[in-house]
């Protein structure tokens, strides 16, 4: 990180457009004002880190920025619901909006950030009406001071997607959650007392689910919007 902080200095002391080439995300979402992610030599999205991240169009960027990696989950897209492996989550009109007319029932691929999941015992009423909260059994606590990473298990068949399965040999499959094993990692607060071997209830924000075909790996969101 260090020498990151002085490459940074250096790059705004000089004014100059720089390009930096780099297998590693961190390095390029710190050093970079625009990120361009590429997969075998074929440029996939460019744009402010902030983009990447919060608007993936597809499921390569989607897993490939950020870091625990985004959790994948095999889904079915019905209304104004979606049926994932820990439950059903109903969206808001402005959320089903933006994917896009839908008939009958769609098999999506869900991708869900380790942010968007909490502890519901630390939740308000008026949070908790925002998501979804769903009981699962922990399998292990990862306590890093200021947060804790907690991972648990779901049942759902494996996921069939090119994409996925490049950026799992790319950057190994324990990189990319719900790839096979399905295994999910979520972030909570470090209030959080939940512990390894129990069953606990936790939340999941509805507005913040990733839509992804299964057979293109695009974000539908992001084809709907252009």
Do not use: C
Request: hydrophobic share 35%; no cysteine.
């Amino acid at each position: 990180m260090q020498i990151l902080t002085e490459v940074s200095r250096i790059q705004s002391r000089l004014g100059t457009t720089t390009v930096y080439v780099t297998h590693d995300q961190t390095e390029a979402m710190t050093l970079g004002d625009r990120v361009a992610v590429m997969r075998s030599g074929v440029l996939q999205q460019v744009g402010p880190p902030s983009e990447l991240y919060d608007n993936p169009l597809n499921l390569f960027v989607a897993g490939f920025i950020g870091s625990p990696a985004m959790n994948f989950m095999p889904a079915k897209l019905q209304g104004d619901t979606v049926q994932l492996p820990i439950g059903e989550v109903r969206l808001s009109g402005e959320e089903r909006n933006r994917l896009g007319s839908v008939d009958g029932e769609r098999p999506v691929i869900v991708g869900i950030r380790p942010e968007s999941f909490e502890d519901a015992s630390l939740l308000g009423s008026d949070t908790r009406e925002r998501g979804t909260t769903f009981r699962t059994k922990i399998d292990l606590v990862e306590s890093l001071g200021a947060e804790d990473y907690v991972y648990f298990d779901v049942q759902a068949e494996g996921i069939e997607s090119d994409e996925l399965q490049e950026l799992a040999q790319d950057s190994g499959a324990h990189e990319v959650p719900s790839v096979g094993e399905g295994q999910v990692v979520a972030r909570v607060d470090a209030a959080s007392r939940i512990k390894r071997g129990e069953e606990v209830e936790l939340w999941v924000d509805s507005s913040k689910l990733h839509f992804f075909d299964p057979s293109t790996g695009r974000n539908l969101a992001a084809s709907q919007s252009g």
